[in-house]
């Protein structure tokens, strides 16, 4: 017999995109699943698009809550269900068939000490295509002092996790909402189970992870801040240790977010993070500036190609 999974997806004026995102994910072929979509205060027609949903199946759930952000509806969302295995899915995202299959697997063979199994992502457009592929990432095991260099993980929708490493590490944090730093709420709650728990990869492209110029981590400046926030903490307890990787870690993400805020025409953006990172490590800055036009070029290039292969379709599982 198949054990439930809770998949939790949080919503807040998804109208666009959360019938692909709940048809994604009613075509796992792990069965047994409690689906909670949570509406975070929509004024769309989200609410309009998931109650249809749940009237076609059994194993989905509609709640609202007034909005409150990703990580309050995600925590909403874990405490409405009941199930030992939890995955999240933003409602924007995608995942392959055999997602939940395949980790369900990695997390048996794992054993008991294994909190968190993740996969690979593709990177895809406002119409499911892949523009990008997500690192191929092979870490696992003890990986606290790996995760403090990076979020290898990649996103809130690649992961599926045991129920108690969820509420040992807290929950999401809804605070960071709160002062106005949104985006490394994943980061945050991914950092604190490894610290007890061993994490798994399941070495494939399940996961479609969305890129537009909407989504909250294209906001490179609150993304830095929401990531010292969540790394503050860390550094404070285990900074004498692991410093180095403390400030690899923060050296990245500047890296990334350049690199996205180039993409999406933020140069001045992009010019402040690069200078940024160029006082910390000029190495991987210059590598980063001479990247950036490259990947901006071959990405608009793929924005204007119609044959690009389609997330479920087109992508090699």
Known sequence: MQETVAV???AYN????????????????????????????????TAERARTHAAQDARIRYVRQSNQGVAAARNAG?????????????ADDLWAPTKLETQMKAMREGG???GLVYTWHS?????????????????????????????????????????DAIIEAGGYDPGLRAQGAQGCEDLKLYVAIAQRWRFALVPQRLTGYRWTRDNMSSDGRRMLRSYDLVMEPVRAEHGARLAAELDLGRDHIMAWLALRAARYGRFGEAGELLAGLG???PG??????????RRWITETLLDHNRQRPHF??????
Do not use: Y
């Open 8 to 10: 939790i997806v949080p």
């Open 14 to 45: 998804a109208a666009a995109t959360i019938d692909d995102t709940l048809h994604s994910v009613r075509a796992q072929t792990w069965r047994a699943l409690e689906v909670v979509v949570v509406d975070d205060g929509s004024t769309d027609a």
């Open 78 to 90: 874990i405490a409405a269900t009941a199930s030992d295995f939890i995955a999240t899915v933003d």
């Open 112 to 114: 008991e000490r294994v």
């Open 123 to 163: 990177v895809i457009d406002a119409r499911n295509r892949i523009i990008a592929q997500g690192a191929a990432s092979r870490i696992e095991g003890d990986v606290f002092a790996r995760i403090c260099m990076g979020n290898f993980v990649g996103n809130g929708s690649a992961p599926l996790m045991r129920r």
């Open 279 to 281: 006082k910390r490590n």
């Open 284 to 293: 991987l800055a210059l590598r980063t500036a001479v990247s950036a036009p």
């Open 312 to 317: 479920l379709t087109g992508l090699p599982l």
